[in-house]
């Protein structure tokens, strides 16, 4: 078994964490600007937008870390961009949800397909 907690822990930590210290993650940052223009949901490098809970969880760390721009990206992309990230940075939570369709022989013998929902960080 993993030491990590379980990603659903994880994330509702994190909200609970700055609920406690009396910040609403889902309204505070329509009160707030920054340099790279009006306030909107995160954003990859790509210029798409996070949704879901992604959304609360990339505007708390942005304010917890003091990040004044809603632009996102990966290690991965960093390089391939022939950028860098700064020796001792941490990466945000983000979660992936998704389905995976799995073939299971029901109970007359027939193979019936399942979907299985899953989440990813």
């Known amino acids: 078994m993993s030491s990590s907690p379980d990603l659903y822990i994880r994330v509702t930590d994190a909200i609970v964490a700055d609920l406690e210290r009396g910040v609403r993650p889902w309204t505070k940052p329509w009160a707030a600007g920054h340099q790279a223009g009006p306030v909107s949901r995160p954003l990859r490098s790509t210029g798409e937008p996070y949704s879901g809970v992604n959304v609360l969880l990339l505007w708390a760390e942005a304010m917890k870390r003091g990040f004044t721009a809603p632009l996102w990206i990966t290690f991965r992309q960093a390089l391939a961009l022939g950028a860098h990230v700064r020796k001792g940075e941490r990466g945000a ?23 299985v929902p899953f989440l990813k960080a």
Do not use: I, K, L, P
């Open 93 to 115: 939570t983000v979660v992936y949800a998704n389905r995976v369709t799995r073939t299971e022989a029901g109970a007359d013998g027939r193979d019936v397909e399942r979907s």
